[in-house]
């Protein structure tokens, strides 16, 4: 909390706000792509510049004249996406809170004549979807996950698809044991323990444990505090949104009840991007 309280916090100058909450992973997977590790790449639309520094982060940077332009953190270097064998995607998570999460999103590298941030967009609430082009991976091999495993982890696929082949497992236990050898490579995280994993997905969103329900608390307490001190500080009058209130309400009576998490998940009323 002592940390998340600096977050977004449009009094600070740009610079301090920009905390991040961990260290980026270390640099993994395909090696001709560690070159673009320290450069950043930008997107400027419509009042926002969208910034992705491959291996590092996401951030997003109000275009304004104003002297508390927000920026904010939407993502730091996590893990690949990996389906068919083929990295599919970079994921940055942990970036600034969302309510009662963290931003993240998912780049997504295609073929391109030069090195372009080409696109954002965000698909569900603070959940941004990136494409990322680069002369760099228009070899179709060039991002298969096969050819850049140590030797030693080569082996170890070739004996599981051979398992596989002989009914020795199933093609479920084919997929665990094939996600396992991912992490061992260093190409994903291990599932589960801390919330950074997935966050976006329902499963791995809850409010189960109390710890985690006073977090999402005093997160939404403060997004609601920004969000109300934007508004007044631009003197755009506004009424409550009959979901912000009942936030609120359940907000005062302490712990959230069931209701709060399809609120936290659903409700488009309090969105701090359309500020
Ligand atoms: C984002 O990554 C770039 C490039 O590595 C780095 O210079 C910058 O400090 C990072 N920003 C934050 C907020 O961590
Ligand atoms: C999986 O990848 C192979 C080659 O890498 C491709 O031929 C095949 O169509 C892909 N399958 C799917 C479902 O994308
Ligand atoms: C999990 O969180 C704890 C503290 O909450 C931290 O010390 C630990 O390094 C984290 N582990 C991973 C794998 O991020």
């Known amino acids: 909390p002592a940390v998340s309280t600096r977050l977004n916090n449009p009094f600070l100058p740009q610079t301090s706000r920009l905390q ?19 450069k950043c790449f930008s997107l400027v639309e419509s009042t926002y510049k969208y910034e ?33 064998n083929t990295f599919t995607g970079m994921w940055m998570s942990e970036g600034d809170s969302c309510r009662a999460r963290s931003r993240q999103s998912k780049v997504e590298l295609t073929c391109g004549e030069s090195n372009r941030l080409a696109h954002v967009s965000e698909p569900s609430t603070c959940v941004y979807a990136l494409t990322f082009e680069t002369p760099l991976v228009c070899h179709p091999h060039s991002l298969l996950v096969y050819p850049t495993l140590p030797e030693a982890l080569q082996r170890r696929w070739d004996k599981l698809a051979q398992d596989l082949a002989d009914e020795l ?13 991912f992490e061992d490579a260093g190409y994903v995280k291990a599932l589960g323990g801390n919330s950074s994993a997935r966050e976006g997905a329902p499963k791995a969103e809850g409010l189960e444990s109390l710890e985690t ?18 508004l007044s500080q631009h003197g755009i009058p506004f009424s409550k949104p009959t979901e912000l209130s009942r936030l609120e309400q359940h907000l005062g009576q302490g712990l959230p009840t069931h209701g709060l998490s399809e609120q936290l998940r659903g409700d488009p009323g309090l969105r701090g991007d359309a500020l």
């Open 20 to 38: 991040p909450k961990r260290e980026p992973s270390p640099l993994s997977g395909p090696a001709h792509l560690f070159r673009l590790s320290g």
């Open 52 to 84: 992705f520094c491959p291996f590092h982060n996401v951030t997003q940077h109000e275009q304004t004249f104003r002297w508390n332009a927000y920026s904010g953190i939407l993502g730091i270097w996590q893990e690949w996406e990996i389906s068919n």
């Open 213 to 230: 329900c006073r977090k999402a608390h005093s997160e939404l307490t403060e997004e609601i505090q920004r969000l109300t001190s934007l």
């Open 169 to 181: 497992i199933t093609s479920q236990g084919y997929k665990k044991l094939l996600r396992a050898l």
